[in-house]
């Protein structure tokens, strides 16, 4: 069984670009939720995404969206990026978007914005 | 939002002692969870609880959801150098517009000396 993937592995980009960032969620599992961690902080929930639609949303502005597939992979979208959003990004995969279906996390991918 | 107060911030301990962390909320929460997250990974899942009042066991660690619903402690027994990384707490409570988020403590850096 694989677990959840997540490219790219690091990313550098400039303020004011745009980035994407993929998740693969784990076979058999219909949600997938995005974490934010800063460094020295524990993750924030971005969004949840649920049989391809979004199932709640954090405290994040717009230019931060998202997308589910078919497949139940997801990609994040950040646009207009800022310094302060240098982080790891994490995303985790469930079976459902209950709390307690357990959500089963990426590596995630470490974005720097210089 | 839902604050989590995570402590200690860090431990220093020798293997072979006991360690204890501890989590309280604000909120009620109808899960708590504990990860595990290793420089460079995602957070692995520790321990579940869904109950108030639940003692669960996995291996050398030992988790509690508290009868309040407010708070969760994790205890490691007889502690090993690979029990090194940052430990998080996190809730969930499941119902309306926050369902299917976690709420994450800011961690407990815990390093053990050989």
């Known amino acids: 069984e694989t677990g959840v993937t997540q490219s790219p592995t690091h990313l550098i980009k400039t303020r004011g670009q745009q980035v994407t960032l993929r998740c693969s969620s784990q076979?058999?599992?219909?949600?997938v939720s995005w974490y934010q961690q800063a460094l020295g902080q524990g993750p924030q929930f971005i969004f949840q995404y649920y049989r391809e639609e979004e199932n709640g949303r954090g405290n994040f502005p717009p230019r931060f969206s998202g997308l589910q597939f078919p497949n139940y992979s997801s990609e994040l979208n950040v646009n207009a990026l800022e310094l302060d959003d240098s982080a790891l990004y994490l995303c985790?995969?469930?079976?459902?978007?209950?709390?307690?279906?357990?959500?089963?996390f990426g590596p995630g991918t470490r974005l720097t914005v210089l | 939002g839902q604050q989590l107060n995570q402590s200690p911030q860090s431990m220093f301990i020798q293997e072979g002692e006991d360690v204890s962390m501890n989590c309280t909320s604000s909120?009620?929460?109808?899960?708590w969870l504990w990860y595990k997250q290793d420089p460079g990974e995602g957070p692995v899942l520790l321990i579940a609880l869904y109950k108030a009042g639940e003692l669960t066991s996995n291996g050398r660690l030992t988790a509690q959801f508290g009868i309040t619903r407010k708070d969760s402690f994790l205890n490691i027994s007889a502690s090993i150098p690979s029990d090194v990384g940052i430990y998080f707490c996190?809730?969930?409570?499941?119902?309306?517009?926050?369902?299917?988020?976690?709420?994450f403590g800011r961690g407990t850096q815990l390093t053990v000396w050989p």
């Open positions: 985790a995969s469930s079976l459902g978007r209950g709390g307690t279906d357990t959500q089963y």
């Open positions: 076979s058999g599992h219909n949600t």
């Open positions: 996190a809730g969930a409570a499941d119902r309306g517009s926050t369902l299917g988020r976690l709420y």
């Open positions: 909120s009620i929460f109808n899960t």
